[in-house]
């Protein structure tokens, strides 16, 4: 309340509009601080789902071109793969194995492997005209929406 109506310098306070605008933007800027924060721990998660991902595929490439580039016999169960085509077309879900075929419990990956001959066609600008095979491996995780792959060849040396 004013003491003195002729002098303004002697009120102070706020008026109800001041007040309301003030909440207003108070409002508005803890809701976009919010909104970061909810963006910020949403995706927290992705590198170390992408980084588990890129350790599951290049575990499966390690155990692959460790194998002989010709088949050597027949192989029955993941333990006994014994070439590079015994790998083609496996394709894991849940029930991720090793290379000795004991299961891992990975919820949420999966695990696509292809191997396929080269030609010219395919391969000539990569490997010189070189025979070869080329390994395809995706690994996706349910939660992170794209696919991680990693190829490599792997030629009769």
């Known amino acids: 309340m004013c003491m003195n109506r002729m002098s303004y310098t002697l009120c102070r306070g706020v008026t109800i509009i001041e007040l309301v605008v003030s909440m207003v933007i108070i409002t508005i800027a803890v809701g976009g601080v919010m909104a970061l924060f909810l963006g910020t721990t949403r995706t927290s998660a992705d590198p ?10 290049q575990s499966y490439m390690d155990e692959i071109m460790m194998q002989a580039y ?6 029955s169960g993941r ?6 085509d015994d790998y083609n077309a496996i394709t894991a879900g849940s029930s991720i194995e090793d290379q000795f075929g004991n299961m891992i419990d990975m919820p949420g990956y999966t695990v696509a492997v292809t191997v396929v001959l ?6 000539a600008a990569e490997l010189s005209n070189r025979a070869a095979k080329k390994i395809t491996i995706v690994v996706s995780h349910a939660g992170l929406g794209t696919d991680i792959p990693i190829i490599a060849y792997r030629t009769n040396y």
């Open 48 to 57: 170390m789902v992408r980084a588990q991902s890129l350790a599951i595929a």
């Open 70 to 75: 010709t088949p050597t016999g027949s192989a």
């Open 79 to 84: 333990s006994n793969y014994n070439d590079v």
């Open 118 to 123: 080269c030609t010219n066609i395919i391969c």
